[in-house]
């Protein structure tokens, strides 16, 4: 797929605010700092669309981004961030667990995964809870240019082994790097395959 335009739409943190639910749409979602908006930003080739930062809890809102015309990316509040207050943790979940439970159409939650750490507890919890609601959901392993492949690959299939637990076919997932556009065609080309069923 060649992304032609991408525009921010809004930021919102009502979900009665929300562009209406007719266009197809995939929600980026992890940790915070894992990488969510710099992904966006290499997706539609577009430095600045999401906003980025060192600092985890940069994105706060739930973000909707214009692509082609036709469907949206949504830019999702990072979870697991040590410094929030509680009750910010509270309202976060609470705002996010309902949003991808109801949006109509969310047709993919894309759920980021750092490829340098070994499984993180609240990562398998997250994709435990997605399965419990029947949600469907893709992984995506970042910042793979930061270790060797060989790391990137221990890192995955342990994630995998970890799934397996719960999961019985373990979902489709992809490697990417934000500074080398690693898995950029991939993600695309997935994309487009679920907005053309
Ligand atoms: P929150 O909105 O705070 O939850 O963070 P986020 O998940 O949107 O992360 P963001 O895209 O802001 O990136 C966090 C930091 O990681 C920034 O300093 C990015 O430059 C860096 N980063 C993100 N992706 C990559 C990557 O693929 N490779 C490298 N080397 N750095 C990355
Ligand atoms: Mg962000």
Redesign the pocket.
Known sequence: MIVKSAEFICSNTQISKLPPPVKAEYA?I?????????????LTAKKGL???????????LINHFYINESWYIV?????G?ARASKTNKANWSKFIHTYLDKRESLQCVMV?IDSRLEPQKIDLEFCNWLGEKGLSFVLIF?????QSSVKTDQNIAKFKKALQVTFEEVPHYFV?????Q?GREEILAFIDTINKD
């Open positions: 980026f992890g940790r915070s700092n894992v990488g969510k908006s710099s992904l966006i930003n290499m999401a906003k980025t930062s060192q600092t985890p809890g940069k994105t706060q830019d999702l509040p990072g979870y961030y980021l970042t910042k793979a240019d930061k990417t790097s934000s500074e080398t690693l």
